[in-house]
């Protein structure tokens, strides 16, 4: 068997240690003689799983009681019209800070529901920075006032998060959950879907301040409306039960073998600064996003020359390195190196791109 190094922005890399675990209980989950794709997930057995799954996530994020948290599906994406379904309800106004296409894609699918205010864009430089907020922009009684915290195509992150006062702060982590500590408190919401640096594609999670709750839009669909998952523990129907097993192992790997979010944050840190302190002394490659504002999990980069880029991208995939090609609105490279990636693997780009580029001169 040989593995790849495999780059892709999501779904991406599982730690090998989980999907070992997964392999071995695959037939005979624990003595029960099922595999937990088969468990009803009302079952002691999966309710038990669940349940530490959920209590894992509280402890290694530090969630507070106050907060709840859901196990939906849909998706991300499906956040983007639940948010303004069961929170544009009060004044029926939002603030977005666009940030790249997921953060657009927030505010235009709240803008169907309400007065959607883009407070500031990046647009004008291809999403290659965060912008910087005037608070005279704010709405003051917006219903909540939305960020995407990683931006997944581009490679930015907020490093310092909006100062909304009383306006509910929302969000996006889908590609920076469990990356490092992120104070909770600080947000009414944050949601992630799961593919990117959790679990497999198909769980979302949702982790919601209890008063947020109970207020949605009368024509929001039962399925999207939080009170429903939230009254009845995610199991209104079924849940995504797999999903969350794998959740779980990838919990307890961060808890017991990373040693929790400070220390994978230092791990991600030195991974990061291997690639970003290459790209800043290579004379071929380029980072695309301002010093300040990059990203621990996705480093897009480029040659300069998309013949050349293409050249890179195939000669790495057959050298092991696979799914760097970069996202179609960016165009050259982009690195995602999630919490699963190991160090040696981006040793190891490191390494080839300096191959490369002295091959290439
Ligand atoms: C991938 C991604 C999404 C979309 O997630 P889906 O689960 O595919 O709907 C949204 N926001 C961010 C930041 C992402 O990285």
């Known amino acids: 068997m040989s593995r790849v190094y495999n780059f892709s922005a999501g779904p991406s890399m599982l730690p090998e240690k989980v999907l070992k675990t997964a392999a071995e209980e695959m037939l005979d989950y624990k003595g029960s003689g099922q595999s937990v794709m088969e468990m009803s997930h009302r079952s002691k057995t999966y309710q038990a799983i669940f349940d530490e799954t959920e209590a894992l996530l509280r402890e290694v994020m530090n969630i507070p009681d106050n907060y709840k948290v859901l196990f939906l599906q849909g998706g991300a994406s499906t956040q983007f019209a639940m ?41 004008d430089q291809t999403f290659s920075y965060i912008p910087k907020l005037d608070k005279a922009t704010f709405t003051p009684d917006a219903d909540f006032f939305h960020i995407c915290v990683n931006n997944t195509i581009y490679g ?11 306006v509910p702060l929302i969000g996006d982590i889908s590609s920076c959950i469990l990356s490092e500590p992120i104070d909770v408190t600080k ?9 990117k640096n959790m679990a497999p594609a198909g769980v ?30 995610s199991m209104f129907n079924t849940p995504p039960c797999y999903c969350i097993y794998v ?30 302190d290459f790209l800043d002394s290579s004379e071929m490659f380029r980072g695309t996003v301002v010093a300040e504002d990059r990203s621990l999990m996705n ?15 195939k000669e790495a995939t057959a050298a092991g390195f696979v799914n760097l090609k ?13 919490n699963a ?12 791109m300096k191959a490369f580029e002295a091959a290439n001169k």
């Not at 235009?108 to 407070?119: D, I, L, P, Q």
């Not at 930015?156 to 009383?166: A, I, R, S």
């Not at 480093?299 to 991208?313: I, M, Q, R, S």
Request: no cysteine.
């Open 83 to 123: 948010i303004p379904l069961n929170l544009m309800n009060k004044n029926n106004k939002a603030d977005f800070v666009v940030t790249g296409q997921w953060a657009k894609k927030a505010y235009k699918e709240a803008a169907r529901y309400g007065t959607a205010n883009v407070v500031a864009s990046s647009e």
């Open 187 to 195: 947000f009414g919401m944050l949601y992630a879907g799961a593919q």
């Open 156 to 166: 930015t992150k907020w490093n310092t998060f909006p100062e909304t006062g009383d």
């Open 299 to 313: 480093v897009p980069f480029v040659t300069g020359n998309d013949e050349l880029d293409a050249k890179f991208v």
């Open 341 to 352: 990636m190991p160090i040696e693997g981006v040793e190891k780009l490191v390494d080839f």
């Open 204 to 233: 979302t999670i949702v982790i919601i301040r209890e008063d947020l709750i109970g207020n949605a839009m009368d024509i929001t669909p039962t399925m999207l409306n939080y009170s429903t998952h939230s009254e009845n523990g």
């Open 326 to 338: 970069g996202h179609r609105s960016v165009g050259g490279m982009r690195a995602s190196i999630y």
């Open 247 to 276: 959740a779980k192992l990838v919990l307890e790997w961060i808890k017991n073998d990373i040693g929790g979010l400070e220390k994978m944050k230092e791990l991600n840190e030195k991974k990061a600064k291997l690639l970003y």
